[in-house]
């Protein structure tokens, strides 16, 4: 899922306001395209708490965007990895946990220019 790196990117550059409203936005569609519930909840936390850091305490650059894109996905995918362990009685080995996480994490290099482009169109 490259959902998580598209929230914090956008949360980066746009602010923490409008990276949690995004991210709210992204987890309900992401909830109602049957991409599982936890999104609710991660999604508007990663974009909150990516813009607040890059607000206050990072640059906008983008080693700190992995540093935080890793972040999003971690506690998005083990989330969602979790309940679906120990919720709904499936058994999945942890192996596919990490690779959910890395294969995701090249999007942020992807997503990082797209979001600048964002910020640009949005007038800031």
């Not at 914090?8 to 599982?36: N, Q, R, S």
Request: charged residues 10%.
């Amino acid at each position: 899922s490259f959902l998580p790196a598209a929230v914090v990117c956008t949360a980066m550059f746009c602010g923490h306001e409008a990276g949690g409203l995004f991210g709210l936005a992204a987890g309900l569609f992401w909830a109602w395209a049957g991409g599982g519930s936890a999104g609710i909840v991660t999604f508007p936390l990663c974009g909150i708490l990516a813009g607040y850091l890059c607000d206050n305490l990072f640059a906008v650059h983008l080693l700190p965007a992995l540093g935080l894109c890793l972040g999003a996905l971690i506690l998005h995918q083990s989330t969602d990895f979790l309940l679906h362990r120990y919720l709904a009685d499936q058994i999945i080995p942890w192996s596919r946990l990490f690779l959910q996480i890395f294969l995701s994490l090249p999007a942020c290099l992807a997503l990082y220019p797209l979001s600048r482009l964002i910020r640009k169109a949005g007038g800031e």
